[in-house]
């Protein structure tokens, strides 16, 4: 069972609360959670600003936050080729910009909507246990984020730079995403 909280205190971008339920449902459902307690904050670029200052000590604006709270795992081992989140109870919040995701679908000809998608699954693959610190983590990361964006159409590429990209099925530009 998820239960699933969004708290909308940006003007920016309307945004389809159910469908941004079901991202979440969806991306848990993929991962094995087997229950979670999910907040989703969707603001503005001064407020996860200064969450990012206050809690990350990053003195920047970000896309995407994400704080687990709690997370137990089922007392049965997880086959290594499971996803991180199998078996496990989640609570947790994703922040997001959709200043960010504004820009950043401007800058690349982006559907915002889509951006605020990729900066959602990103968020909650961090809940799940997945990191992005080494190249291995990344690009572990990065093939479960293509397995999920996939369920949306979204199509992920990644240059070989490292930075993050995404591109959807119209073959639009490509966009990133930070960790």
């Known amino acids: 069972m998820?239960?699933?909280e969004i708290a909308n205190s940006q003007d920016s971008l309307e945004v389809d609360e159910s469908f941004l339920q079901d991202v979440v449902?969806?991306?848990l459902a993929e991962e094995r959670v087997t229950s979670a307690?999910?907040?989703i904050a969707l603001v503005d670029n001064a407020t996860i600003r200064e969450l990012n200052r206050t809690y990350l000590n990053h003195d920047e604006e970000t896309d995407v936050l994400s704080f687990l709270l709690d997370s137990e795992?089922?007392?049965?081992?997880?086959?290594?080729?499971?996803?991180r989140g199998a078996g496990k109870?989640?609570?947790?919040e994703v922040i997001i910009s959709t200043?960010?995701?504004i820009r950043t679908a401007e800058k690349f000809h982006w559907s915002p909507h889509e951006?605020?998608?990729l900066y959602l699954v990103h968020g909650l693959l961090h809940l799940a246990g997945y990191d992005d610190r080494t190249d291995a983590d990344k690009q572990c990361m990065r093939s479960r984020e293509r397995t999920i964006l996939n369920l949306w159409g979204l199509k992920p590429i990644y240059d070989d730079s490292t930075a993050q990209k995404a591109v959807s099925d119209r073959s639009g530009p490509a966009r990133r995403v930070s960790g």
């Open 37 to 39: 307690q999910i907040s």
């Open 2 to 4: 998820f239960e699933i």
């Open 99 to 101: 200043d960010m995701a």
């Open 89 to 92: 109870r989640l609570d947790g």
């Open 73 to 83: 795992e089922q007392p049965d081992h997880r086959p290594v080729t499971s996803p």
């Open 25 to 27: 449902q969806r991306t």
């Open 115 to 117: 951006e605020v998608v």
